[in-house]
Nanobody
Framework: QVQLVESGGGLVQAGGSLRLSCAAS????????MGWFRQAPGKEREFVAG????????FYSDSVKGRFTISRDNAKNTMYLQMNSLKPEDTAVYLC???????????WGQGTQVTVSS
């Protein structure tokens, strides 16, 4: 089993920044890719950003490209999401996930709330 725990959410004004963290524990060799999704009230869960654990190749949704940066620290089994130039429409619960590939995210965290005020 893999446990994922997010942290770093909070309330920020539009234009501000936040850094989310996702700490992984358990069978930490069980995934090849990690990522961030978000879900706003009344909306479907949407992909935000992903990173391949080996090699570090990253990929982003168009809505956050250029504003968000995903990274990882292999030694700490921790993934990060640096969010800059935040907009009110970025308000959501942000969820950390890990899986064998981008079509199979097997593990999910509980989520951390990000609220951007206008």
């Amino acid at each position: 089993q893999v446990q994922l725990v997010e942290s770093g959410g909070g309330l920020v004004q539009a234009g501000g920044s936040l850094r989310l963290s996702c700490a992984a524990s358990g069978h930490t060799l069980s995934w090849n890719v990690m990522g961030w999704f978000r879900q706003a009230p009344g909306k479907e869960r949407e992909f935000v950003a992903g990173i391949w654990w080996s090699g570090g190749r990253t990929f982003y949704s168009d809505s956050v490209k250029g504003r968000f940066t995903i990274s990882r620290d292999n030694a700490k089994n921790t993934m990060y999401l640096q969010m800059n130039s935040l907009k009110p429409e970025d308000t959501a619960v942000y969820l950390c996930t890990a899986g064998v590939d981008t079509s199979n995210y097997n593990y999910w965290g509980q989520g951390t709330q990000v609220t951007v005020s206008s």
